[in-house]
């Protein structure tokens, strides 16, 4: 009864342009915002540490190939390359320059994942679908030897890894050691809302028509003006930056410290299942697919032993750990053949009934 | 690159010409020694039976493909080979015989994204959607609904067009390309398919394009009653070659075209 079109009329262009046209949908948001922040507040470090920070941060890499493979419809397989690239940059940046204030440097990494993203994406003029996937694998391998062979990247640090330096926002330590969970989430969360809310103009606008044109039938968006290889280098670029951004908040305001191999083929298969489950094609679909393959198993690994135990079996993390795969593995082919469009698409229908709820249409 | 200047042009002046285009697949000669022109502000028609190279011939008129020999000029420059949004960019749009719409975007969105070419706000405003992107993007809304209440689709506005069943599919696809306010517009079947009601829909809106935006037309049609209707002239291909050219009424009384016709199934 409280969700409904009706009495909100739109009398201009610009209203009905926007994002949010429904009054409930702008309130809800907000609401969502706000609970965010005070999570902060009312949430335990476990919960702010072990599952929102990460739940965000693979939020926002899901976003940037969301942008990539979503609207645009070019399949990457270097989602954790371009990730590296991001935490490597934001490394050189913030030691080199430490008087710069590292919310900046954070920012600035993305730019340089979004260069590396927009040369690997040269080949997309020419070849599509599963040879581009391929031309995105070997930039996965290339990347990541260079993560291992170029000691500069990690200014010869003989462990070879990246370690979060001690870093502050008006005094207050955000990065390193020192800082609290609930200080770095409150970086990460307004980060991610920062983003998400471009992210969400940009694809909104011409530009996410010339994307999603691009995808759905690239003869004729080109045959309309559309230039393939900028636009499909564009959706590289502002991916990558996404996904840059993303791996620096991984390495420095999550794990602390990270080597190499966190950016391996396995966090690029891991982005692309939360793409396909939450929603190809959907900003907000990134985060229930964030949600689902990530936060999921962590409430199993809670729930199920709990659960269990009452009937004396218990439940290992190896096993946990295996009915993860299960369980993804289960969700993914139950949505490539049942929801292609994933998560979004069912909340949408949820939506929808709502709207004309308790009659069926 | 950029789309080269052209002189303003009136009415009845050689529009597009084709010189003695030839066009080959391999061993399939789609289009042998075909000449004709379209004049500003006409209603050209192009039949011919299925196969006949109707279709490589709009191909080839935007860019899509290169003849193989003979040259086509655009406004009396000699067309050089070039990529396919060049030629959009230089004026030139068209419809497809097998609808080609974005499918998962509304009516709305397809025939946004035919603006696309139009629209000029800078990245950075795209990225706050506020000032100038805003202001076009609402701009070209109004331009948009235009077009819209032109084609009659108003209740359609925000359905994706996938859901739409093949008549409409078509008018969006229509709308979409004078979103892009051509110079030439290039039909292929645009009423293929269609009832006799959505084929006398879209004749009204084709002749209305032409009459009130003084649109150059080139329109491949099967329906005999339909071409004489709405063409100033036809041009009748048959097997890649070019049969007879004319007003409808030459043209149909000419024995070559009847008997490329005669008995033939469409
Ligand atoms: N891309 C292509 N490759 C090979 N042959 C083609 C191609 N496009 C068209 N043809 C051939 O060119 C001829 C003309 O086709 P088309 O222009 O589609 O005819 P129409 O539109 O008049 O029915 C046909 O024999 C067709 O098989
Ligand atoms: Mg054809």
């Known amino acids: ?361 | 690159m950029r789309a080269p200047d052209h002189p303003v042009m009136s009415k009845g002046d050689v529009l597009l010409a084709v010189e003695n285009v030839s066009l080959r697949f391999g061993g399939v000669k789609a289009l042998t020694d075909v000449s004709f022109d379209i004049r500003k502000s006409e209603i050209r028609a192009i039949i011919g039976p299925n196969g006949a190279g109707k279709t490589s011939m709009l191909n080839c008129i935007n860019g899509f493909y290169y003849p193989t020999e003979g040259r086509i000029t655009f406004k009396g420059v000699k067309r050089p080979k070039m990529r396919p949004y060049v030629a959009a960019r230089g004026g030139i749009a068209r419809t497809f015989q097998n609808v080609a719409l974005f499918k998962s975007m509304s009516t709305l969105d397809n025939i946004m994204a035919g603006r696309s070419i139009k629209m000029r706000s800078n990245f950075f405003w795209q990225l706050f959607r506020h000032g100038p992107a805003m202001k076009e993007e609402i701009e070209h809304r109004r331009f948009v609904e235009e077009i819209i209440d032109f084609l009659e689709i108003q209740h359609i506005r925000k359905t994706p067009v996938g859901r739409l069943p093949y008549g409409l599919q078509k008018r969006v696809e229509l709308g979409r390309a004078l979103a892009m306010e051509p110079e030439l517009l290039l039909l292929d079947e645009p009423m293929a398919g269609m009832n006799l009601e959505e084929k006398e829909d879209m004749s009204r809106f084709i002749l209305e394009v032409n009459q009130q935006y003084g649109t150059t037309i080139a329109l491949i049609e099967h329906d005999m009653g339909v071409v004489m209707d709405l063409s100033d002239r036809v041009v009748v291909l048959e097997y890649g070659r070019k049969i007879a050219d004319g007003t409808p009424a030459e043209v149909k009384g000419d024995q070559r075209v009847i008997d490329a016709y005669l008995g033939v199934a469409h």
């Open chain 1, 1 to 361: 009864m409280l969700y409904r079109e009706a009495g909100q009329f739109k009398t201009n262009y610009a209203a009905d342009s926007a994002i949010f046209p429904l009054r409930q949908d702008r309130l809800g948001l907000g609401v969502i915002i706000l609970a965010a922040y005070a999570l902060a507040f009312i949430g335990n470090s476990f919960l702010l540490q072990a599952v929102m920070i990460p739940f965000l941060v693979f939020s926002l890499a899901s976003i940037g190939l969301n942008i990539l493979t979503g609207y645009t419809g070019l399949l990457s397989l270097g989602t954790g390359a371009f990730m590296g690239v991001g935490a490597y940059a934001c490394y050189k940046l913030m030691t080199a320059f430490p008087g710069v204030n590292v919310i900046i440097w954070i920012f600035a990494s993305g730019f340089f994942s979004a260069a590396i993203g927009a040369l690997f994406g040269l080949p997309s003029l020419r070849i599509k679908g599963f040879y581009l996937a391929v031309a995105t694998l070997a930039a996965q391998f290339f990347l990541q030897w260079c993560f291992i062979r170029i000691p500069w990247l990690v200014n010869y640090n003989v462990s070879g890894a990246l370690d979060a330096p001690l870093r502050t926002l008006f005094g207050t330590p955000i990065m390193g050691p020192n800082a609290t969970p609930q200080t770095r989430y409150l970086v990460v969360l307004t980060i991610v809302i920062l983003l998400t809310w471009l992210a969400s103009n940009l694809v909104h606008g011409r530009i996410g028509r010339m994307w999603i044109a691009i995808r759905d039938m690239d003869l004729a968006a080109e045959l309309m003006g559309i230039r393939p290889l900028q636009t499909k280098l564009l959706a590289f670029a502002v991916s990558s930056y996404y996904c840059g951004v993303a791996g620096a908040l991984l390495v420095f305001l999550w794990y602390g410290g990270a080597e190499y191999d966190v950016f391996n083929i396995n966090q690029s298969f891991f982005i692309l299942f939360m793409v396909i489950i939450g929603g190809l094609g959907s900003l907000i679909g990134s985060f229930f697919g964030a949600a689902l393959i990530f936060i999921l198993p962590i409430v199993l690994g809670i729930v199920l032993p709990a659960m269990l135990s009452p009937f004396g079996i218990s439940v290992g993390a190896d096993v946990i750990e295996h009915l993860r795969f299960m369980i993804v593995g289960a969700l993914i082919i139950f949505f490539l053949i049942v929801e292609p469009h994933g998560l979004a698409r069912l909340w949408q229908i949820g939506k929808q009934k709502l709207l004309v709820w308790p009659f069926p249409y």
